[in-house]
C-alpha cells in the first residue's frame, strides 16, 4: 500500500503562481510514475502532468491547457513530486490530486485515472480574476 498525501493548494490572483507538493511513501519511489489530476465542481476529473520514473527516464507528459506554464518535477531523495504552476487562470481552479502506480507496470496511457493505484485526497487551489 502505498500513501499519497498533497500539499500546497490555496487562493491566488490570475496571473500568480503556486507550487504544489506530492509526499509518497515507499523505498522504490524513483521507479513510480507520479500524476496530478485535477476535478472541477460539476466536471470531469482531469489529467493535468506526469513524470514517468527512472525505468522510463522520467519523462514528462502535460495536458495541451497547462504546456508552458505548469512544471511537474521529482526529489527522489525526499520521495516527493511537485507540480510548479505559473500564470495561473481561474480556469484553473479545482481540487488537485496526486496519484501513483507504485511502480507497476502498466499498457494504460499515462493520462488515463485507470492507469494509477493509489491516490491522495486532493488540495485546493483557487484562481480569482
Known amino acids: 500500500q502505498v500513501q499519497v498525501a498533497e500539499s500546497g493548494g490555496g487562493l491566488v490572483q490570475a496571473g500568480g503562481s503556486l507550487r504544489l507538493s506530492c509526499a509518497a511513501s515507499?523505498?522504490?519511489?524513483?521507479?513510480?510514475?507520479m500524476a496530478w489530476f485535477r476535478q472541477a465542481p460539476g466536471k470531469e476529473r482531469e489529467f493535468v502532468a506526469v513524470?514517468?520514473?527512472?525505468?522510463?527516464?522520467?519523462?514528462?507528459f502535460y495536458v495541451e491547457s497547462v504546456k508552458g506554464r505548469f512544471a511537474i518535477s521529482r526529489d527522489n531523495a525526499k520521495n516527493t513530486v511537485y507540480l510548479q504552476m505559473n500564470s495561473l487562470k481561474p480556469e484553473d481552479t479545482a481540487v488537485y490530486l496526486c496519484?501513483?502506480?507504485?511502480?507497476?507496470?502498466?499498457?494504460?496511457?499515462?493520462?488515463?485515472?485507470?492507469?494509477?493505484?493509489?491516490w491522495g485526497q486532493g488540495t485546493q487551489v483557487t484562481v480569482s480574476s
Open positions: 515507499g523505498r522504490t519511489f524513483s521507479t513510480y510514475a
Open positions: 513524470i514517468t520514473g527512472s525505468r522510463t527516464s522520467d519523462r514528462t
Open positions: 496519484a501513483t502506480n507504485g511502480g507497476r507496470a502498466s499498457t494504460t496511457s499515462y493520462s488515463r485515472s485507470q492507469r494509477y493505484d493509489y
